[in-house]
Structures are given as structure tokens and as C-alpha cells.
């Protein structure tokens, strides 16, 4: 398996752009988890879903921040309009009920400015 | 409110020394605990996880401790090599059902010296 595949690596926009980060969970994982990642807070939980259901968004920073999971093997992370302090690395990762640690994928880093 | 703490940003170690990483929880629900290892430009990957019914699991040079009555957790890696620099993350969940999140510390740099 190529394990969690996330796009593109890198993205500069300017502010107030909307940003559109991509993930593909390893085949068979029935949860999904965004996480992004600062020097001030470390990794953050932003969303998870459970079979494509989104169970816990709690730690979205606001509201111009949304993500979707359409299918099983597709998640979209979405900023609109970004601002500069959402510069930062955004990992997704995913799991299976069978294991408890999750996988990630490389990140997305994300500049804003 | 930081429910897993990593008090110390940065660890230097002398190659072939103990390197020992902690971490500190408040959420007494957890039970369950990781430790990831992260490379510039990589993601996390797990390292080494435990139960909270088990004080100690050793994989090789890595073993984590756990004492539940401090809510504390350490990661021993024995002997250190230049390799091991990276970020760890501690990392703990409440396991049970299908739902399922973990909570990540926000990490400590280790380097190894040669």
C-alpha cells in the first residue's frame, strides 16, 4: 500500500485565497483525521471521521475552515478566505478499528501571504 | 487546557547514552498511549505504544514507561544513535467503541551528537 497520500506537498497563496488540501486514506481505514501542525501548539486535532462521517469537528479554528469526505478514499480540507496565520504544515491520517495508532501521510505545508 | 504535556522542547545526548523522553497527561480516561517520531519533511510515524494495564513495553532500543497514579509516561531509548534525531510526540486516546481520537503533545526535539 503507498500508505496516506496527501496534496500537493506545498502550497503559497495570498491571503484570502481559498486553499483546497487533499487526502487519500490508506485503502481499508474507516477513519480519517486532520491534524495541523505549529511551532506554538504543536499537532492539532481539526477533524475526524468515521466512516466518512464527520464524528468530532471541535477543533476547526473557525468557520472558514471545512472538510468533507465524499467516499471512502477522499477528503478535502478547505480554507476560505485564508489568512496568513493559517500558515502551517497539515497532516491527514488514517486508521482502522482493528489498530489503534494512525498513519500519516507527508503533509501539506501551507503558506499564507 | 493541554490534556498531554511534553515540558521539555528540546533533548541533546551523547551517541550510545540514554535518551529519556517525557510526558504528562491530565485526562484520566485515557487509556492507551503512543509515541510517534517525526523527521523534518515527514510525517509522524509510530514508534511504540502501551496500555494503561501494562507499566512497561520494550521494542528493541525503545521502551515506554507508564505510572497511571502520576499520569506520566517516558520513553527510554537505549543506546541513542544519530539516526534517533527527530521530533517524538506523545500521544494518548480512550480506547473502546468505533470512535476514537489521539491527542498529541506537541513534541520534543532530540539530537543524538556523534
Known amino acids: 500500500d503507498a500508505g496516506v497520500i496527501q496534496s500537493p506537498r506545498h502550497e503559497v497563496t495570498e491571503m484570502g485565497q481559498e486553499v483546497t488540501l487533499r487526502c487519500k486514506p490508506i485503502s481499508g481505514h474507516n477513519s480519517l483525521f486532520w491534524y495541523r501542525q505549529t511551532m506554538m501548539r504543536g499537532l492539532e486535532l481539526l477533524i475526524y471521521?468515521?466512516?466518512?462521517?464527520?464524528?468530532?469537528d471541535s477543533g476547526m479554528p473557525e468557520d472558514r475552515f471545512s472538510a468533507k469526505m465524499p467516499n471512502a478514499s477522499f477528503s478535502t480540507l478547505k480554507i476560505q478566505p485564508s489568512e496568513p496565520r493559517d500558515s502551517a504544515v497539515y497532516f491527514c491520517a488514517s486508521s482502522s478499528w482493528t489498530d489503534t495508532e494512525a498513519f500519516f501521510g507527508q503533509g501539506t505545508r501551507l503558506t499564507v501571504v | 487546557d493541554q490534556q498531554v504535556k511534553q515540558n521539555s522542547p528540546s533533548l541533546s545526548v551523547q551517541e550510545g547514552r540514554i535518551s529519556i523522553l517525557n510526558c504528562d497527561y491530565t485526562n484520566s480516561m485515557f487509556d492507551y498511549f503512543l509515541w510517534y517520531k517525526k523527521y523534518p519533511a515527514e510525517g509522524p510515524t509510530f514508534l511504540i505504544s502501551?496500555?494503561?494495564?501494562?507499566d512497561k513495553n520494550e521494542d528493541g532500543r525503545f521502551t515506554v514507561f507508564l505510572n497511571k497514579s502520576a499520569k506520566h509516561l517516558s520513553l527510554h531509548i537505549v543506546p541513542s544513535q544519530p539516526g534517533d534525531s527527530a521530533v517524538y510526540f506523545c500521544a494518548a486516546c480512550v480506547r473502546g467503541g468505533s470512535n476514537y481520537k489521539l491527542t498529541f503533545g506537541k513534541g520534543t526535539l532530540l539530537t543524538v551528537n556523534p
Open positions: 502501551i496500555s494503561s494495564i501494562k
Open positions: 471521521f468515521n466512516n466518512n462521517v464527520p464524528i468530532d
